[in-house]
């Protein structure tokens, strides 16, 4: 089987990767029309284009092969018994469709090297080894594993193991922008996107929807609620009631049982995104958490008396983070994943806490927040979005978080000066507060009612800390100091773990 798909992709990156092609984020690299021809305009497949392409080949000879997407890679999946030499399509014994009852292989590495080539087919496990291999002091190389990567995700990757699910995947990968370096103002979107691309995008996820296909595949959901946000349809501005999923199961009572909690539909496929990745991936998944938080700083945003929402958007993003921390780290395995921080500090910065001057001006200035409470409340939440980098961090003895530098453009220090002292003060005595934590209705903030982050996991966040003092202080200033990593449990602190890598 190994030999099959490495003959296989081989032969595909050979013929579908154009040699003049740099093969870095080509926009449409991916798209349908890609995948079917093979080189189209100068594009080339990409690797989840390659590996779907594989895994198709495959069938097609007659094998039981499965496309396997983490939350930034694929590979291919196969039944990790013996295979019948009269039907290669079946296993010997049953399976019972667990991660572990499949061996994978490596398919999408780029390149026609004899080293790539070379690694195409191998048990995902072994990228490890290799790496392991190339920096044998390096101790972050000697942790990580197929297990505990995010790129790979290997106990919680999705399965597409129907049809559907990697005819899904590949709607869902379809990018709809025209032209990604003309954006609308502040928000980063691109200003010339493809309307005909979208509703048929949308169209086509919808009937896979209706036919089940979706229904553990928190991507095309994701994709279905982002397409109805842009472009949206009929069936996409009904409301729909979201209860089941945003019950708090700790207050138990009749009331809360009758209540119901309407949404639109696209904010429901994206409460669904993260619905099942909590129930069928153990919470593995950080991108449901930041679709969903997106979807409410927009809204926020575009609507002042839905103020909440930003509040909720930060829940979201702090979400994000703490699923992020779980990972063991490396650079090149959470090169995105650091990437999407960052993006989110950013977007947190200019699109919540800072608004544009009045009567036109230029530049901005910070927001005023019409309710007190949601100005605490979120201060809580960007505490809780920035503790679980800490706590990454300190898991990992050594810095690499680049938002926790402190020169970097959207540094702690310049993110809470933007918030009033007071507000800072309050939602720092929130945080550690020891009344009785009062028991909401709802597990998502509502414009009813506002849940609040508390106990920090991360030392450097501990009560009475040096970091905490300086986020109550009229000026907020964080040095080097402040943010030095706590002492290692030899009691001493390594001179290069002093050190914050420079990205600037």
Same mark, same amino acid.
């Given at each position: 089987h190994r030999q099959k798909v490495q003959s296989l992709s081989n032969a595909i990156w050979k013929r579908c990767q154009n040699k003049s092609s740099s093969m870095q984020d080509e926009l449409h690299a991916n798209s349908l029309y890609v995948c079917l021809c093979g080189d189209v305009d100068g594009k080339s497949l990409d690797c989840f284009g390659a590996a779907l392409s594989t895994v198709i080949g495959m069938n097609l000879l007659g094998y039981a092969s499965i496309l396997t997407l983490s939350e930034d890679h694929a590979y291919e999946s196969h039944f990790l018994e013996t295979l019948s030499e009269e039907n290669p399509s079946k296993?010997?014994?049953?399976?019972?469709?667990?991660?572990? =009852?499949?061996?994978?292989?490596?398919?999408?590495?780029?390149?026609?090297?004899?080293?790539?080539?070379?690694?195409?087919?191998?048990?995902?496990?072994?990228?490890?080894?290799?790496?392991?291999?190339?920096?044998?002091?390096?101790?972050?190389?000697?942790?990580?594993?197929?297990?505990?990567?995010?790129?790979?995700?290997?106990?919680?990757?999705?399965?597409?193991?129907?049809?559907?699910?990697?005819?899904?995947?590949?709607?869902?990968?379809?990018?709809?922008?025209?032209?990604?370096?003309?954006?609308?103002?502040?928000?980063?979107?691109?200003?010339?996107?493809?309307?005909?691309?979208?509703?048929?995008?949308? =169209?086509?996820?919808?009937?896979?929807?209706?036919?089940?296909?979706?229904?553990?595949?928190?991507?095309?959901?994701?994709?279905?609620?982002?397409?109805?946000?842009?472009?949206?349809?009929?069936?996409?501005?009904?409301?729909?009631?979201?209860?089941?999923?945003?019950?708090?199961?700790?207050?138990? =009572?009749?009331?809360?049982?009758? =209540?119901?909690?309407?949404?639109?539909?696209?904010?429901?496929?994206?409460?669904?995104?993260?619905?099942?990745?909590?129930?069928?991936?153990?919470?593995?998944?950080?991108?449901?958490?930041?679709?969903?938080?997106?979807?409410?700083?927009?809204?926020?945003?575009?609507?002042?008396?839905?103020?909440?929402?930003?509040?909720?958007?930060?829940?979201?993003?702090?979400?994000?983070?703490?699923?992020?921390?779980?990972?063991?780290?490396?650079?090149?395995?959470?090169?995105?994943?650091?990437?999407?921080?960052?993006?989110?500090?950013?977007?947190i910065a200019k699109d919540i806490l800072l608004l544009p001057k009045e009567a036109g001006g230029d530049g901005k200035v910070a927001r005023t927040w019409k309710s007190r409470e949601n100005a605490v409340a979120f201060a809580t939440w960007l505490i809780g979005f920035i503790d679980s980098l800490l706590l990454w961090e300190e898991n990992e003895e050594k810095q690499f978080v680049e938002i926790l530098g402190t020169h970097h453009k959207h540094s702690l220090g310049k993110g809470f000066q933007l918030l009033p002292e007071d507000i800072r003060v309050t939602a720092v005595d929130k945080i550690y507060s020891q009344e009785e934590e009062h028991q909401t209705r709802l597990t998502a903030i509502s414009e009813e009612e506002l849940i609040y982050f508390k106990h920090p996991r991360s030392k450097r966040l501990s009560k009475g800390g040096m970091l905490m003092q300086a986020l109550t202080k009229k000026k907020v200033v964080i040095n080097e100091m402040v943010m030095a990593m706590p002492c290692i449990s030899s009691g001493e602190r390594s001179t290069r773990q002093r050190k914050r890598f420079k990205t600037d």
């Open positions: 296993p010997t014994t049953s399976c019972n469709n667990s991660n572990n =009852d499949y061996a994978t292989c490596e398919v999408a590495i780029p390149g026609n090297t004899k080293a790539s080539q070379s690694k195409r087919g191998r048990e995902i496990s072994e990228t490890f080894i290799d790496l392991q291999k190339q920096s044998p002091r390096l101790q972050s190389r000697k942790n990580i594993t197929a297990e505990t990567s995010w790129l790979y995700m290997k106990d919680n990757a999705v399965l597409c193991d129907n049809a559907g699910m990697a005819l899904a995947s590949l709607v869902g990968n379809m990018n709809c922008d025209i032209d990604k370096q003309k954006l609308v103002g502040e928000s980063g979107k691109p200003q010339v996107v493809s309307g005909a691309l979208y509703k048929m995008k949308r =169209d086509m996820l919808w009937v896979l929807y209706d036919a089940g296909c979706i229904d553990n595949f928190p991507f095309a959901l994701m994709e279905l609620g982002e397409c109805e946000e842009h472009l949206s349809s009929p069936r996409g501005l009904e409301w729909v009631d979201a209860s089941e999923m945003l019950r708090n199961e700790g207050k138990d =009572d009749a009331t809360t049982k009758a =209540d119901e909690t309407m949404v639109l539909q696209n904010e429901y496929f994206f409460l669904l995104a993260i619905s099942i990745s909590k129930k069928n991936y153990k919470d593995a998944q950080a991108y449901p958490y930041l679709y969903a938080a997106h979807y409410h700083r927009d809204a926020g945003r575009e609507d002042q008396s839905q103020e909440y929402r930003l509040v909720e958007s930060m829940r979201l993003y702090s979400e994000a983070s703490r699923v992020a921390s779980q990972y063991r780290y490396d650079e090149k395995d959470c090169l995105q994943l650091m990437k999407h921080m960052t993006t989110v500090a950013s977007l």
